[in-house]
């Protein structure tokens, strides 16, 4: 396929993942992959109600079975400590065996250990339970009057403004569940070591929070809960939390006295973990017949399970994108039989951009203005919210750079009017923007005799290359080649390090990687105050008879993170060529183009905002859990039925930058990628139907039946 | 999944000696067998291995092409034969499934492989055709895969595969052998319609074992074309599909077969769009005649309803293909 690359030249080509080789050749250990000596092995089964109360679970059969070890349930399984005595809140997170209530359909009710994983597998098969069922509710549409509200009604300025608009739209817009579906299934290894004392591998974004958690639900100290996971093979914010499979580990470690090994199958990933809430969204647009926004009235339901509120900033996009004088808010929470949802890639935000910027899109017809012109002309200079100056935005740029790529100019304004080789051609284009934080990390950096260099925090690196960016920060600072860095991370019994999540882990743990590198570089000018220029370390330490000199530094987000609006910004462009008797949606074409602050390492950088962007194509195209409301329960829970993008639905892409330093978030002027990479895709797509077809498809996914 | 005994047969006779015993089930490529005894759907007490047996050849006959029952899949659509004389059944099958499922799955298999109707998976929910009397979850439930052509009020599942659409247009014939002998019978009769009894998908005998199957040959080779659509570019079962195979001479259709996928209980022969074809000029107006005079008597539930509007719109466009029009 040709290939058009145009990276923007300043962007150094940065060097290739540190742990790329291991990932390749099946060197990097992921969590299921420890030999863990003596390792039992835990499989967990589902309810098969979405509500009701647990009457009985049949183990005999199971416990029968040839190597069964224990088959624990609400009714004989020891309650975890760190569940008993608090006043139950309300809502919370899922208690593993705590009570006889039943939520959602698949909701664990037994856990079985056996001495091999298939003898648990078969065993699991046997066990059986009766209930007396409740009336459950799953329909998301039918229950858009049950909404709760967790998060208040946003106003700016007049709450009438839309009544007077010149131009006018309204339009509802609906995401359907989407499930992370990483490829790595979630997995969990627990060993107790002493009465007080626990290892644990376990697939996290957050090693320091998944011993926290764990400790907690133990009643362990947190210093005696060792938790790993140096390898993550893609989590998308599924690994956010400790969830009740984590908890069964431990729990049923503890029972047979044994290490225990819990790997969740591909069905279970769709109810054990989280996903991306649906929800429906309604946006009412008013503008000036020039074009200038004078009304957003933003609606939103987005789905939460029945024992706990999950919320996410769908609506926020609205309250800060546009230069807009009058803008409402709404959002509320609809508790259904279902398991809770979790952050995934661009939470909140992507739904709501999904609608916004399709309803942007709509209002460019509408006004007969090219949508980039649209947007353009309600460009917001300072946050709208707040007034606060920007640290730093280029999004005006990033439009120039993606219409460019893409080639915009081919674009007609009248839907329907292009075709190649029989197939209907549009184009579409969507932005995203996505808050940018720094927040607190430690990073050790031992500088070794031989001159290599050693950089430790507790960080996990889920796959966008944070250990990479780690060491091509330090290289930069010290001088060194990358080679000679060795980067470890993911375990709780180093430095102190943030999660793994809102695109915030380069720019907090490469800002400390950072802080860390120069100290250590005057610590040694320290040794020799008469060094000047490169400084030879090895000699160094050899003259001052030292095996290694290092630092631990701890390094903190600044005051100008008060002064300034922070935020990353994006724009995707997406051709797509539309088969006008089948309904079939080709992507063409699809950039991304990010003004993210400095690019610390183009290619991790490229293959982040890249992936982002095939995640947006699938939400936009193809992925839907589907629950059978008699039932409760998901009827695609595979990978044969749910679908993700395969390599033949991903065209020619591009991911572009605008790498200029933000000068204010922190002292390597990155800022955040994972989440704008995804946030605005969607509607990218739809936009890109809609001008090819004259179509508008306003209920994701767009499948060939809807465009038909 | 249960245990169960596994055995290689050494011999054809060795395999029709083990499956004569209730409980014993063929394994193949095992890429739709193993799924379903995974999943609880089968629990065969005995799985006997027929890939070593000498069943994979593919030939020319006098008469037309002979294709083993063992033969990959992926090595047919690449099989210089099969191109050469039956370019459709090459693009059908590589329409279907992926590369890896493709390298593992065989043509018997193929033909056998179950229903991918969700209900008829997963054990907690009704399903006549896993589990006769329970209901058929589909019914009224999550519908939009299942059948707009004679579907029963027992069943309204489809038979997934690519292939056998491919082979149902090119007239091929399934070549079956039992305790009595071998059988010959024309694809299009292969697979049934639910009507009362949806755990039968097909009309192979207990105890008989296929072998192989025969296309005859024919003139459709420059003028054919399978028409896939479907929710992603590749790796997933059709919406509808459509396999067009025509036989044009100076610009009028002497010869026409259509088959559909994805909407029937088993491959959908058009055998009146067919008729509808012939002495007609090879022009978009027949085509969208025959894909009329197709879809009489569809009928659709509260999910598949567009398939009622793609199937048409897919047979004019596969005889846009298949007549070089496209
Ligand atoms: C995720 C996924 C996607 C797929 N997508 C598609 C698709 O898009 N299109 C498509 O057409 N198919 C698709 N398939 C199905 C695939 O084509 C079948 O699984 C495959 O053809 C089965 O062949 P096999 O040799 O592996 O059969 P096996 O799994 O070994 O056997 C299947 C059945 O056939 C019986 N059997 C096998 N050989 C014989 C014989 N000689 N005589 C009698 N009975 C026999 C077995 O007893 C068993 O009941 C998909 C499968 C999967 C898992
Ligand atoms: S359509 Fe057939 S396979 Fe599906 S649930 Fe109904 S009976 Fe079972």
């Not at chain 1, 309300?90 to 039943?102: E, M, N, S």
């Not at chain 1, 069922?133 to 300025?157: P, S, V, W």
């Not at chain 1, 926004?293 to 309250?319: K, M």
Request: net charge positive; glycine share 8%; hydrophobic share 40%.
């Amino acid at each position: 396929m040709e290939s058009k690359t145009m990276k923007t030249p300043s962007v150094p080509e940065g060097m290739s993942r540190v742990d790329g080789r291991m990932k390749v050749t099946g060197r990097a250990k992921y969590s299921a992959e420890y030999a863990v000596k003596g390792l039992t092995y835990a499989v967990m089964v589902g309810s098969t109600i979405a509500k009701g109360t647990l009457k009985a679970v049949d183990t005999k059969k199971a416990e029968g079975a040839p190597g069964i070890l224990a088959v624990l349930t609400y009714f004989n399984a020891p309650k975890v400590p760190g569940y008993q005595g608090d006043t139950p809140p309300p809502k919370g997170p899922l208690r593993l065996f705590y009570d006889d209530q039943i939520y959602f359909n698949g909701q664990p009710i037994a856990i079985v250990v056996a001495d091999t994983f298939e003898r648990a597998l078969f065993a699991a098969s046997l066990v059986s339970a009766t209930y007396v069922k409740g009336d459950h509710q799953t329909d998301l549409k039918a229950n858009l009057a049950n909404g709760i509200t967790t998060r208040k009604d946003y106003l700016r300025g007049q709450d009438d403004a839309y009544k007077t608009a010149a131009v006018k739209i309204e339009q509802e817009y609906t995401l359907p569940t989407e499930v992370h579906n990483p490829t790595e299934l979630h997995a969990t290894i627990a060993r107790w070591d002493a009465d007080d004392k626990l290892s644990v591998w376990t697939k996290s974004q957050g090693v320091m929070a998944s011993q926290r958690n764990i400790a907690q639900a133990f009643k362990l100290e947190p210093t005696n809960v060792r938790v790993t996971s140096p390898f993550v093979g893609g989590a998308f914010g599924a690994a956010l939390r400790t969830w009740p499979h984590e908890i069964a580990a431990v729990l049923a470690a503890q029972v047979v006295k044994k290490p225990v090994k819990l790997v969740l199958g591909r069905a279970d990933m769709f109810t054990a973990v989280g996903y991306r809430p649906q929800c429906w969204q309604k946006i009412s647009l008013g503008a000036s017949a020039d074009g200038k926004l004078t009304s957003i009235v933003h609606e939103a339901a987005g789905q939460t399970s029945a024992y706990e509120n999950f919320t996410e900033g769908v609506v926020n996009i609205s309250q800060l994108m546009y230069a807009c004088p009058n803008v409402i808010t709404r959002y509320k929470i609809i508790p259904l039989n279902v398991n809770t949802p979790t952050p995934m890639r661009g939470p909140g935000e992507a739904t709501g951009a999904y609608a916004l910027e399709s309803a942007m899109d709509e209002l460019s017809y509408a006004l007969n203005i090219d949508p980039i012109e649209l947007r353009l002309r309600n460009y917001a200079d300072t946050d709208p919210d707040s007034g606060k100056p920007y640290s730093s935005k280029y999004l005006n740029e990033a439009y120039k750079l993606g219409a460019d790529w893409i080639g915009w100019d081919k674009r007609s304004q009248k839907p329907g009017s292009v075709t190649e080789n029989g197939w209907l051609a549009g184009y579409g284009m969507g932005a995203g923007m996505f808050g940018a934080y720094r927040s607190n990390a430690t990073v050790k950096a031992i500088m070794m005799a031989d001159g290599s260099l050693e950089l430790q925090t507790a960080v996990t690196d889920i796959g966008p290359g944070t250990g990479t960016a780690m060491a091509t920060i330090a290289s930069e600072v010290m001088g060194i080649p990358g080679d000679k860095i060795r980067i470890t991370i993911g375990d709780s019994s180093l430095p102190p390090s943030p999660t793994q999540g809102g695109s915030s882990v380069t720019s907090t743990v490469g800002s400390a990687v950072n802080d860390a590198c120069k100290e250590l570089i005057e610590k040694f000018k320290q040794l020799d105050s008469t060094a000047t220029g490169n400084l030879d370390y090895v000699k160094l330490l050899r003259d001052h008879n030292l095996t290694q000199l290092d630092v631990t530094t701890t390094s903190k987000g600044g005051p100008d993170m008060a002064k300034y609006a922070m935020y990353s910004w994006s724009v995707h462009f997406i051709k797509v060529l539309v088969n006008p008797a089948t309904g079939v949606v080709k992507i063409d074409k699809a950039v991304s183009v990010a003004d993210c602050g400095r690019v610390v390492s183009h290619k991790t950088a490229r293959s982040q905002i890249i992936g982002g962007t095939i995640m947006g194509i699938g939400m936009a195209l193809m992925e839907e859990a589907v629950i059978d409301h008699r039932y409760g329960r998901l009827v695609n829970n595979n990978f044969a039925d749910y679908h993700v993008p395969i390599q033949a639905d991903i065209p020619q892409s591009e991911a572009l930058f605008v790498n200029k330093t933000d000068p204010y978030i922190n002292p390597i002027g990155a800022k955040g990628m994972g989440e704008i990479a995804t946030i605005g895709v969607a509607a990218a797509v739809a936009n890109a139907v809609y001008n090819a077809t004259g179509k508008r498809v306003r209920e994701l996914p767009i499948t060939p039946d809807k465009v038909v | 999944m249960k245990q169960f005994q596994y055995v290689r047969a050494a011999s054809q006779q060795d395999a029709l000696a083990a499956i004569a015993k209730p409980g014993t089930k063929i394994i193949a490529g095992g890429t739709n067998l193993v799924d379903l005894m995974k999943r609880g759907v089968t629990a065969p007490d005995k799985l006997v291995d027929i890939t070593h047996l000498p069943l994979k050849g593919i030939a020319a006959t006098k008469t037309g092409l002979h294709i083993g029952t063992l033969a990959l899949n992926s090595v047919v659509s690449e099989n210089s034969l099969v191109l050469a004389k039956q370019p459709l059944l090459a693009m059908a099958l590589k329409a279907g499934a992926s590369p890896q499922l493709r390298n593992m799955a065989t043509v018997g298999g193929n033909m056998m492989q179950r229903t991918r109707c969700s209900y008829f998976y997963d054990t907690t929910m009704p399903c006549n055709k896993r589990e006769p009397g329970t209901g058929c979850g589909a019914m009224e439930g999550y519908n939009r895969m299942h059948a707009i052509f004679g579907a029963s009020g027992q069943c309204i599942a489809v038979h997934p595969s690519d292939m056998c659409v491919g082979l149902a247009a090119l007239d091929a014939v399934v070549i079956v052998t039992g305790k009595k002998g071998e059988r010959r019978i024309p694809m299009t009769e292969f697979h049934r319609l639910p009507g009362d009894h949806p755990e039968n998908d097909n009309h192979l005998a207990p105890g008989e074992l296929i072998i192989g199957v025969e296309i005859p040959d024919n003139n459709f080779a420059k003028n054919s074309y399978y028409l896939k659509v479907r929710d992603r570019q590749s790796y997933a079962f059709a919406l509808v599909s459509v396999a067009a195979a025509l036989d044009i001479s100076g610009g009028l259709i002497k010869q026409a077969r259509l088959a559909m996928g994805g909407v029937a209980h088993k491959p959908w022969r058009l055998f009146e769009a067919e008729k509808s074809l012939i002495g007609k000029p090879a022009t978009e107006d027949s085509f969208k005649n025959a894909a009329q005079i197709a879809m009489q008597g569809a009928k659709a539930y509260e999910y598949n309803a567009f398939k009622l509007r793609l199937a048409p719109a897919s047979i004019t466009e596969a005889l846009k293909h298949a007549a070089g029009a496209v």
